[in-house]
């Protein structure tokens, strides 16, 4: 079976001559079905260009796309893809239901499918109860909840979302990041921008970093935020001779001598260190091995490529 997204030397060309600019340089990117991508990167990266040349808003000035085995444009692979975008504007005069049975009539979906799909992305989006409201009266974060709505109304197959969680307080953070989990295991494959790292890093398999137009890392979460040699420990009544047998392993040490962080020579010493405290009688009420964060590997990765 191939791929969700198949992405070959994607790129996109603005301007002439000295003012020539690539908001997208040779992009190769492939993305299996049933994941969830991460598509991160600074502001004016190229991140929103790409989706829009995926979703032919724009088209590239060279390389080439597929979504779903299909070329990019493909009406049969467009019927299968939602989106939603980080700018938009909807008919605001709608209802709830309305704007979303405008959007399903879109798709060709039967009256009795319609009206049934309609109640479920209510429900999934939270507007069961604004369902008969006009859009116009709908807050920031209603607006993009509504938003997420029409883009899942088709039971996409690939799904596009561009800074979904851009307008809402953490409970609304929360379930959209429960919703995307909940379609990542129906198979839906998931390609999301966000500068929420934090909600990347607990939703995607896979991330990819972009910086001037070109990817300059890619790889699964898993591998890429990998555990440090980082101890963070609060500990009662640790003796001044178990403090300098840690010293003696230690590469450093911030903190005091009940809340502190200690750097390791390597892993194996992980261990030593709590054998240390452990039979030094004192009472030990945090011990926490520390992973490098996404946003750390994302700061190193700009700055790595000359940003």
Same mark, same amino acid.
């Given at each position: 079976?191939?791929?969700?997204?198949?992405?070959?030397?994607?790129?996109?060309?603005?301007? #002439?001559? +000295? !003012?020539?600019?690539? /908001?997208? @340089?040779? $992009?190769?990117?492939?993305?299996? &079905?049933?994941?969830?991508?991460?598509?991160?990167?600074?502001?004016?990266?190229?991140?929103?260009?790409?989706?829009?040349?995926?979703?032919?808003?724009?088209?590239?000035?060279?390389?080439?796309?597929?979504?779903?085995?299909?070329?990019?444009?493909?009406?049969?692979?467009?019927?299968?893809?939602?989106?939603?975008?980080?700018?938009?504007?909807?008919?605001?005069?709608?209802?709830?239901?309305?704007?979303?049975?405008?959007?399903?009539?879109?798709?060709?979906?039967?009256?009795?499918?319609?009206?049934?799909?309609?109640?479920?992305?209510?429900?999934?989006?939270?507007?069961?109860?604004?369902?008969?409201?006009?859009?116009?009266?709908?807050?920031?974060?209603?607006?993009?909840?509504?938003?997420?709505?029409?883009?899942?109304?088709?039971?996409?197959?690939?799904? #596009?979302? +561009? !800074?979904?969680?851009? /307008?809402? @307080?953490? $409970?609304?953070?929360?379930?959209? &990041?429960?919703?995307?989990?909940?379609?990542?295991?129906?198979?839906?494959?998931?390609?999301?921008?966000?500068?929420?790292?934090?909600?990347?890093?607990?939703?995607?398999?896979?991330?990819?970093?972009?910086?001037?137009?070109?990817?300059?890392?890619?790889?699964?979460?898993?591998?890429?935020?990998?555990?440090?040699?980082?101890?963070?420990?609060?500990?009662?009544?640790?003796?001044?001779?178990?403090?300098?047998?840690?010293?003696?392993?230690?590469?450093?040490?911030?903190?005091?001598?009940?809340?502190?962080?200690?750097?390791?020579?390597?892993?194996?010493?992980?261990?030593?260190?709590?054998?240390?405290?452990?039979?030094?009688?004192?009472?030990?009420?945090?011990?926490?091995?520390?992973?490098?964060?996404?946003?750390?590997?994302?700061?190193?990765?700009?700055?790595?490529?000359?940003?």
């Amino acid at each position: 079976m191939s791929a969700a997204i198949e992405i070959e030397g994607l790129t996109k060309v603005y301007g #002439f001559g +000295d !003012e020539e600019v690539k /908001a997208v @340089d040779g $992009l190769d990117l492939s993305i299996g &079905r049933g994941e969830v991508f991460g598509f991160l990167g600074p502001n004016g990266a190229g991140k929103t260009t790409t989706v829009q040349m995926l979703m032919q808003i724009i088209f590239p000035t060279s390389g080439q796309a597929r979504l779903l085995g299909s070329p990019i444009g493909d009406i049969s692979a467009r019927e299968k893809i939602g989106y939603l975008p980080e700018m938009f504007q909807f008919h605001d005069f709608l209802r709830a239901e309305e704007f979303l049975d405008f959007h399903a009539r879109l798709y060709g979906m039967p009256a009795a499918e319609r009206k049934r799909r309609i109640g479920e992305v209510l429900e999934l989006v939270g507007l069961k109860e604004s369902a008969r409201s006009r859009i116009r009266t709908y807050s920031k974060g209603m607006l993009q909840r509504i938003g997420i709505g029409q883009a899942i109304i088709n039971k996409p197959e690939v799904l #596009f979302l +561009d !800074e979904p969680t851009s /307008a809402l @307080d953490p $409970l609304g953070r929360r379930d959209v &990041r429960d919703l995307i989990l909940s379609l990542r295991d129906e198979g839906t494959t998931v390609f999301l921008n966000s500068h929420l790292l934090s909600e990347v890093e607990m939703t995607c398999s896979q991330i990819g970093i972009l910086n001037k137009g070109k990817l300059i890392r890619l790889g699964d979460i898993e591998s890429l935020v990998q555990p440090t040699h980082c101890v963070d420990i609060r500990v009662e009544g640790l003796p001044a001779e178990a403090l300098d047998k840690i010293r003696k392993v230690a590469a450093n040490i911030e903190g005091n001598n009940g809340d502190m962080t200690v750097m390791l020579k390597d892993e194996a010493q992980v261990s030593l260190l709590a054998k240390i405290i452990m039979e030094s009688g004192a009472v030990l009420r945090e011990f926490t091995p520390r992973s490098q964060q996404l946003e750390e590997i994302f700061v190193q990765s700009i700055e790595e490529s000359g940003a």
